[in-house]
């Protein structure tokens, strides 16, 4: 497994393309491992090629890459990055690191700081009798309920503010129904919604746009089991994977 960050040019109208449509940079990622195909999928519970990309600052914008393989993204910095400072081969405009010595010393009990864009949904019938429908969750208490249902099989637990540094009694915004308002040590924000054309297949119709919804988690976590959370780490966590959601990345929690 491989660890990869890429500084976008936001200055470069290949940029703006690539960034305007989760569609067209999944393409890109894609095409910077020779040995997949374009219809290649992964296997349940292998290893896939995971992206996301982080909005520092306007002129700041960093895509994240965890893949089985070490990608070449040559055509990715002549469009998007800084060729000319490229040119030097001990500098190709992207920095790859393997990622299994760190997925290695993971230990229960251990606390890291995450990041993670997600694509937040539930199923639900809006009327009777009508087939149920994948909706997002579209508030910050829905969309913080979502990751905190799926973090036990994820490996992890989001870590609670101790008492004196809550704002709310209990750290709870309505007690009856839990609404979990500064208790855990985690941020809801940068929501976006997205729409975008699925690719085209030859021979088919104009496909209907694909509309989603994303937010950014940060926060802190304990380990409770390294191999649910290595698996995490490497396929991801929920939906719209392809257009870069579900990777979760950890950083030292200090």
């Known amino acids: 497994m491989h660890l990869t960050r890429f500084r976008v040019n936001t200055a470069r109208p290949g940029a703006r393309r690539l960034l305007s449509s989760p569609q067209v940079l ?11 195909l374009p219809t290649d999928r992964p296997e349940a519970d292998q290893p896939r090629v995971l992206w996301r990309i982080d909005h520092h600052a306007r002129a700041e914008v960093l895509l994240y890459i965890v893949s089985p393989s070490k990608p070449d993204l040559t055509h990715l910095v002549e469009q998007a990055g800084w060729p000319a400072a490229a040119s030097d081969s001990a500098s190709p405009g992207w920095q790859t690191k393997p990622y299994a010595p760190f997925l290695a010393r993971l230990t229960p009990g251990h606390h890291w700081a995450f990041r993670l864009t997600a694509n937040p949904v539930h199923t639900i019938r809006r009327k009777e009798g009508e087939p149920k429908k994948i909706t997002a969750h579209l508030t910050p208490v829905h969309q913080t309920a979502w990751l905190l249902e799926r973090q036990e099989r994820a490996g992890f637990r989001v870590l609670e503010k101790p008492a004196d540094k809550r704002l709310l009694p209990g750290g709870v915004t309505h007690a009856k129904h839990q609404h979990h308002g500064d208790r855990y040590e985690l941020t809801v924000g940068d929501k976006r919604d997205l729409s975008f054309d699925r690719s085209r ?14 937010v950014t988690f940060d926060g802190r976590l304990e380990v409770t089991d390294p191999q649910a959370l290595r698996r995490t780490l490497t ?20």
């Open 26 to 36: 999944h393409a890109a990622v894609m095409a910077s491992f020779p040995g997949i």
């Open 201 to 214: 297949q030859p021979g088919a119709g104009r496909p209907k746009p694909v509309t989603i919804v994303t």
């Open 235 to 254: 396929q991801g966590i929920g939906r719209a994977r392809a257009y870069g959601c579900g990777l979760i990345t950890l950083a030292p929690a200090d």
